[in-house]
């Protein structure tokens, strides 16, 4: 860019940043630093994990609800459509929760933010729970949508601002770990409990989170730097840190140099789309999360039964879900191990190529199904593949986009970025989730999921042109690394 200075304020400060000049802190030392930091994260993540279940949560209940039966809380079966907008009710309302939560996360602060979304979370499974009909279902699953909505938003801020150098891919792939978490336990546990016991005892991770979270938590120090509060900006960075107030003040003050250069041009939008930099990282979150959509996840995740008993696999219903969610909790927790060590670009390159051959398979299947060959021989076929593309997509696509939020933007255009994020996410999961159905019956499964297979294609071309490596960099070399790339 020659010498034009470009709106992001951050090309110009020291590399010692909010993101931690701590990293070169003895290794003795690490192991108690990173006790609180590891609780907090456990509690944190809480919203995680019901926005897992809030996900999945139609794929244990949605069958239950087709047929007239004890297990049917309503005085009768819905119908195919009325399946979908429950399926889809949840993306409507996630479309309207980052907005809330975006303005409010640095009004109010990511603390209470975060608080203030566990609410409808908590209300939206005690309407599930004594739903005797379907449009309290759909209000159950609005308000389950604004929570997670705003939680996709809000928790990638809250870890990326905790983090360090170090250990920032790794704590801001927790979210999807958690997320990953509570899809497995939504297969484990709720084809097994009624949709009353089964709604009760999802209400328990966000009750545990609105305890130990007020109590114990403080906010982040990006955001107590930014209302001027230097008693609790000193405390949540000795807290988090673990270390005592006098080895903290260095990135105190580089914390405070932060807030009043981002001061001078905060404005929203209008910046993130001003600054070359911020620019470019929009692209790429933007891209990799409609990539992360349009791979299929949302399909799969919440017509998984639906998709096995079309396969007409021998494997009862309820236990597929369980393997394909045990995998994914898996491949989740790996991909947070590697992401510091291997790097973003890597782990999406692989994610990407590792999703597109099992989706090719499994529209080989379904097209010698339909075609009414015999395939009771590679019965196992769906599980496998599906398997595969759970693996493949859990190491890369699902956590790394959220890490990499936390990491490419600038504070002053932070939370309008995770906002458009989250709100890409959703959309692009209320467009898959309403039209799979009429795709797969307009085209058949083998194109639908062979068109899956093509966007993943053109999904590794993008992730090879346009995606940088993070890894290991402070926000001020990211940001310097974005504006030297050609756009």
Known sequence: MGTERDP???????????????????????????????????????????????????????????????ANPLDRAISSDEGAWIAGFMPVGALIGPLIAGQSADKIGRKRTLLMLAFPMIASFLVAAFARNVALLYVSRF??????????????????????????????????????????????????????????????PSVIFVVVFTIWIPDTPLYLASIGDQNALETSLVKFRNRPAQAVQKELTDLVNIVQESKRTRGGFRDLIKSRISRRALIIIVGLIILLQFAGI????????TIFDGAGTKIAPEINPIIVGFVQMCSTIVASFLVDHV?????????SIGCCLPLISLGVYFHLQTNQFEVDAIFWLPVVSLVVFITAYNIGLRPIPWAMMGELFPPNVKHVASTLGAI????????????????????????????????????????????????????????????????
């Open 143 to 204: 308000l389950v949508g604004l929570g997670t909505g705003g939680s996709f938003t809000t928790l990638p801020m809250f870890l990326g601002e905790i983090a360090e150098n170090h250990n920032r891919g790794r704590l801001g792939c927790t979210m999807g770990i958690f997320v990953a978490t509570g899809l497995f336990f939504t297969y484990a546990v709720g084809p097994f409990l009624s949709i009353q016991n089964f709604c009760l005892v999802c209400i328990i």
């Open 8 to 70: 992001c304020f951050l090309q110009d400060l020291p590399e010692t940043m909010s993101s931690g000049s701590s990293s070169e802190a003895p290794r003795s030392e690490e192991k108690s630093r990173n006790v609180f930091l590891l609780l907090t994260v456990l509690v944190v993540n809480m919203m995680g994990f019901t926005s897992g279940i809030a996900i999945g949560w139609t794929s244990p209940v949605l069958p239950k609800l087709v047929k007239l039966s004890p």
């Open 298 to 305: 949302s399909a799969v995740l919440s017509y998984l039964q």
């Open 424 to 487: 890409t996410f959703f959309a692009g999961g209320l467009i898959i989730t309403i039209l799979f159905p009429s795709l797969s019956e307009a085209l058949g499964m083998a194109w639908s999921f062979w068109i899956f297979a093509i966007l993943c294609v053109i999904g590794t071309l993008f992730i090879f042109q346009m995606v940088p490596e993070t890894k290991g960099k402070s926000l001020q070399q990211i940001q310097v690394l974005l504006q030297g790339r050609k756009e």
């Open 343 to 351: 790097g973003r670009r890597i782990l999406l390159l692989i994610s």
